[in-house]
């Protein structure tokens, strides 16, 4: 079964350095996601992607904070600046067609900032 | 804004029926979803539904809408130990992209013992 790919599982780096998390999306997709999950939180929408530029954003989505389709397979989430807060597991999640109504999620990046 | 709230815990005996319940406040809701999540492992799409319908069986999976309350649950026949996971209720949000986002409640723990 087609999967969502997401490296590396965890990353530990340090408050202020800049991270980038990587996902390759089910080959065929069309819509590519960002969600994250704070410790003991509910899992929040970050971003939405789609046709090479942004969909939708959250609140949470602020100017640290980019994607990127480099090469039409990896999808990367930028954290500019990292704060201690950003600390949370990262989920990519692609769909298909706009008839598809399935989120497949990869298995998530721990990012630790200390 | 939307809302998808779940009970945190529920036990179980192997063998026995497991029924964990979602409300969402969205009456705009067109798809339900439910998700599993194992520990260290990512979300794992078990079902969706159509806001259309009011029940949904695959296999020991049988998910019930109630749309007037805003009432969805998931029902795992003859529950196995290997059931023991967090499950996920996620409600298709209001989007203004076809895209889509997935709002998610806090998820339900739920413990099988033997």
């Known amino acids: 079964e087609p999967e969502v790919t997401q490296t590396p599982s965890h990353q530990v780096t340090q408050m202020g350095q800049e991270v980038i998390l990587r996902c390759v999306p089910i080959?065929?997709?069309?819509?590519f996601y960002w969600y994250r999950q704070i410790l003991g939180q509910k899992v929040e929408f970050l971003v939405s992607f789609y046709n090479n530029e942004i969909s939708e954003k959250s609140e949470i989505f602020d100017d640290q904070f980019s994607v990127e389709r480099p090469d039409g397979s990896n999808f990367t989430l930028k954290i500019r600046s990292t704060k201690l807060e950003d600390s949370a597991m990262y989920f990519c999640?692609?769909?298909?067609?706009?008839?598809?109504?399935?989120?497949?999620f990869g298995s998530g990046t721990r990012l630790t900032v200390v | 804004g939307e809302d998808v709230e779940q009970s945190l815990f529920l036990s179980v005996r192997e063998g026995d029926s497991s029924v964990i319940n979602c409300t969402y406040t969205?009456?705009?809701?067109?798809?339900l979803y439910w998700y599993k999540q194992e520990p260290g492992a990512g979300l794992q799409l078990l079902t969706y539904?159509?806001?259309?319908?009011d029940m949904k069986q695959d296999q020991r999976l049988t998910v019930l809408l109630n749309k007037k309350d805003k009432h969805l649950s998931l029902r795992i026949a003859d529950t196995q130990t290997g059931d023991s996971a967090i499950y996920f209720c996620a409600d298709l949000g209001r989007s203004y992209n076809q895209g889509g986002k997935l709002i998610f409640g806090q998820g339900t723990e739920l413990s099988v013992k033997p």
């Open positions: 080959s065929n997709h069309l819509y």
């Open positions: 999640a692609s769909k298909g067609d706009t008839g598809n109504y399935g989120y497949t």
């Open positions: 969205d009456s705009s809701s067109t798809y």
């Open positions: 539904i159509f806001s259309n319908m």
